[in-house]
């Protein structure tokens, strides 16, 4: 769990330095993509605490995918591919 929350803080951190530059994903829409994946990713955990690993691993990996973004619309795709990973 411990893991979980240090890749949903680096996530944010990630959406926080691109919100302003790029006006087709918003503030808004970057708040709600990342309390989307937040829950699917807690709501996988909780169904089947087995797959925590592999769900860290599928996250750290979008994660390291996407560590250069500079755009809002980069951050949007990036927790839009987390949480596709995480539902699957």
């Known amino acids: 769990m411990k893991t979980f ?17 790029a006006p087709e994903c918003t503030t808004e829409m970057l708040t709600k993509k990342a309390q989307d994946m937040t829950a699917a990713l807690q709501e996988a955990i ?3 605490p087995a797959k925590a690993a592999d769900l860290t691993a599928k996250v750290q ?4 995918k996407f560590q250069g973004t500079t755009t809002a619309d980069e951050a949007c795709k ?3 591919e987390l949480t ?3 539902k699957s």
Not at 9 to 21: D, F, M, R
Not at 61 to 64: Q, R
């Open 5 to 21: 929350l240090l890749v949903a803080v680096g996530i944010a951190a990630l959406a926080g330095s691109a919100c302003s530059k």
């Open 78 to 80: 990036a927790y839009d």
């Open 84 to 86: 596709t990973a995480i």
């Open 61 to 64: 990996a979008i994660t390291t």
């Open 46 to 48: 909780t169904k089947d």
